[in-house]
């Protein structure tokens, strides 16, 4: 099994339905992170959390939530869907002292708005 | 704030050539961390090499070379005698102490190999 889980791995929608992503991992890292992949853009950060009581905006969190339900879970929700949401979302975790922010990533989700 | 260009967007070579995908960053702290991650067409992200900023030697593994020059703020990477497996999109990142250690990416290069 992976390290890092994200369901659904494929996931098509409609504008304005709610939709969670969700990131379980198995590394026993207290880092999460909802990142979002976009063709030409890279990946950007949306939020993360470096414990269970501590969530922190990214670069693009305007139109996500998320919530830390325990260390290994992170989900990452959609209030009112988009079309411009339609992209790849990764969730990662990492250990700052050993890891120095390398991310060990889960495998992606892929989000279609219609 | 920090800054990661991969000004190339997209290179093919023939099979067996080297290529170099280049990578400038940006950052004030002295103390930051670099990064190359690879992304196959499985769509996977996978770990490459992490460099800091206090080490400058280049570093080989295999086929692979990285050319970390602070002077130039530049993280190069290069591919030898490149092999159709290697043909995904390459994302350079840069992590600074000061922010946290989050990862931020560049756009990205994708490298077609062609047989």
């Known amino acids: 099994d992976a390290d890092v889980t994200q369901t659904p791995r494929n996931r098509i929608t409609k504008t304005g339905k709610r939709i969670m992503l969700e990131c379980s991992q198995t590394?026993?890292?207290?880092?999460m992170y909802w990142y979002r992949q976009d063709p030409g853009l890279g990946l950007r950060l949306i939020y993360y959390?470096?414990?269970?009581?501590?969530?922190n905006k990214g670069e693009i969190s305007d139109g996500y939530s998320v919530s830390r339900q325990a260390q290994a879970k992170f989900s990452l929700s959609l209030e009112s869907a988009i079309p411009n949401q339609t992209a790849l979302y990764f969730c990662?975790?990492?250990?700052?002292?050993?890891?120095?922010?390398?991310?060990?990533f889960g495998e992606g989700s892929r989000l279609t708005v219609l | 704030a920090q800054k990661v260009t991969q000004a190339q967007t997209e290179i093919s070579v023939v099979e067996k050539e080297d290529v170099t995908l280049d990578c400038v960053y940006e950052t004030r702290d002295t103390t930051y961390y670099l990064f190359w991650y690879k992304q196959p067409p499985s769509g996977e992200l996978v770990f490459l090499i992490r460099r800091n900023s206090f080490d400058e030697q280049n570093e080989i593994s295999g086929r692979y070379s990285w050319n970390f020059q602070k002077s130039t703020s530049s993280f190069n990477f290069t591919i030898t005698a490149s092999q159709v497996v290697d043909s995904a999109v390459y994302f350079c990142?840069?992590?600074?102490?000061?922010?946290?250690?989050?990862?931020?990416f560049g756009t990205g290069t994708r490298l077609t190999v062609i047989p």
């Open positions: 990142a840069l992590s600074e102490h000061s922010g946290a250690n989050n990862l931020f």
């Open positions: 990662a975790t990492s250990d700052p002292v050993a890891g120095a922010g390398e991310l060990f």
């Open positions: 959390s470096f414990d269970v009581k501590d969530i």
């Open positions: 590394k026993g890292h207290d880092r």
